[in-house]
């Protein structure tokens, strides 16, 4: 892989990752008070996205622009180099055949055929029909494949031991944005928290969906800060790389929520914009249902199917 087929990719990656949205909380002082609590689902209706700050999302646009820039500026060197750019060509030309736009055979050229398609698919994508390979088309098409990749796996239902509240309390289940909207990166958590030694333990799976979906597993422990007879709330965690999170779990509605702040600090998480996430442990079934019908919606979106 030369420098800037390298770089191009490099850019659409993290095009993809800053398309991950977050529901935007001020501070942690009201989650630990309780604040905000409520699921969508227990609000009896349709949950409203909340949307960031002004200051907030125009630098997230402007961050895109300039990504949009860079990207252009690589692909166009990248059609100085014949091979290079034939490889590339010949990956475009499979993602618009899986797609249904009838390409082929992939000779890695942009000919008419590919061209057509490109304009074809261009159009349905509500992208400037160019019938040319531009960088917004080479990351739609990136994304779209993403999509259609994407594994939805079954994932357990929530089960919640309060029964030696006073003692221990244990609960499982899938975290899920709070405004009822699904993250990029699945979780699914045991919680065990403990009164004799101050302490919740977080033992979580994550399925991360990018171009090889992978499995991790990985363990929090999180200090007690506040136990009483209506909640446990944790002191902040600091041990996730460019992020602080605090652990709260309710007994009455039963509820474990989690507010994720996202921390923009010097050395790696330098490029991390700022932002605060709150997540509810759900049924994993639940999610289950609604990953499933997002991806069915995707794939009648995508795919050239009775168009």
């Not at 030309?93 to 008419?112: E, K, W």
């Not at 309060?162 to 709070?178: A, P, R, T």
Request: glycine share 8%; charged share 25%.
């Amino acid at each position: 892989m030369s420098q800037h087929t390298g770089k191009l990719f490099g850019l659409m990656a993290l095009y993809v990752f800053l398309g991950v949205g977050g529901v935007l909380f001020s501070n942690t002082t009201s989650f630990a008070s309780g604040e905000q609590q409520k699921t969508p689902s227990s609000q009896g209706g349709t949950s409203k996205t909340s949307s960031p700050p002004s200051g907030q999302s125009d630098q997230s646009e402007a961050l895109k622009m300039s990504l949009d820039k860079k990207g252009q500026e690589e692909l166009e060197a990248l059609r100085q180099k014949p091979d290079e750019f034939r490889t590339l060509m010949t990956g475009v030309q499979i993602f618009l055949g899986r797609f249904g736009y009838g390409v082929g055979p992939y000779s890695g050229t942009l000919d008419q055929s590919t061209k057509q398609a490109l304009k074809a698919y261009q159009k349905n994508s509500g992208l400037s029909e160019t019938g040319d390979l531009d960088f917004p088309t080479l990351k739609r098409l990136t994304e779209d494949d993403r999509l259609l990749n994407r594994v939805v796996p079954f994932l357990p239902p929530h089960t919640f031991h309060d029964q030696e509240w006073g003692q221990w309390v244990e609960v499982q289940g899938s975290w899920m944005l709070k405004e009822g909207n699904t993250d990029d990166v699945l979780q699914t958590s045991r919680i065990t928290c403990m009164r004799e030694f101050k302490r919740c333990i977080d033992s979580t799976a994550s399925l991360i969906n990018g171009s090889v979906p992978q499995l991790k597993v990985h363990t929090h422990v999180y200090d007690i800060k506040e136990w009483d007879d209506a909640k446990i709330v944790s002191a902040p965690y600091d041990g996730e790389a460019c992020a602080v999170s605090i652990l709260r779990i309710s007994r009455n509605p039963p509820l474990a929520t989690r507010f994720l702040s996202l921390q923009n600090n010097p050395g790696p998480c330098a490029k991390v914009q700022d932002e605060d996430r709150q997540y509810v442990l759900e049924d994993g079934p639940k999610i289950y249902q609604i990953l499933r019908s997002q991806k069915a919606e995707a794939v009648q979106e995508i795919l050239q199917v009775n168009k």
